[in-house]
């Protein structure tokens, strides 16, 4: 039973009729207006919804590497690892070759995963380029951040600990959603 039939009213009714029910009218509103309308909508919903599919990936594989890298900071500085006076020289540029390593893994396997997983399926080419460099983007910058500002929180006299972290991931979260949607734009 229909719901017409329940509500008590025909299906054959004004009401239920279009007012331009021509069939010519009917044929050039669904050519001209409906179809092509609907063809771009389901495109641009297709296309955002692959890209809304890596935005946690992007941004809290930066989060977990920002978060170790500071870890990482904290237990060398405890044990005397990581000096103030061979900063830059030894301990940041250790950190910058093993975050450039693990950002270029991660981008290279989440590109290709992204690639073949959602942009060939939804005709979206560059999607794998896109999230690989929104990746690189921002798990280098959550190494670089993570080593980084316990340093500079030491330097002006405060406790690295607790006060890293949220800088980190602001600012690692903000650059990396920068590059994902700019580079998709």
Request: proline share 5%.
């Amino acid at each position: 039973m229909s719901t017409t039939t329940m509500a008590g009213i025909a299906s054959n009714e004004a009401a239920f009729r279009p007012r331009h029910d021509h069939p010519v009218a009917e044929m050039v509103r669904d050519t001209f207006v409906s179809v092509p309308t609907t063809a771009t909508v389901a495109d641009a919903l297709g296309a955002v919804i692959a890209l809304a599919i890596f935005i946690p990936l992007v941004m809290d594989m930066g989060g977990n590497v920002g978060t170790q890298s500071s870890t990482i900071f904290a237990r060398g500085y405890a044990l005397g690892h990581v000096t103030i006076k061979d900063f830059w020289r030894r301990n940041f540029a250790r950190e910058a070759l093993v975050g450039a390593t693990m950002a270029v893994g991660i981008a290279l396997i989440a590109g290709v995963v992204a690639h073949f997983w959602q942009g060939v399926p939804n005709d979206i080419p560059n999607l794998g380029i896109v999230v690989g460099a929104a990746l690189f983007t921002s798990v280098f910058l959550a190494s670089m951040l993570g080593f980084l500002m316990p340093y500079i929180l030491v330097r002006i006299g405060v406790d690295h600990a607790p006060g890293a972290d949220p800088f980190i991931t602001t600012i690692k979260d903000f650059s990396g959603l920068l590059v994902y949607f700019s580079m998709a734009a």
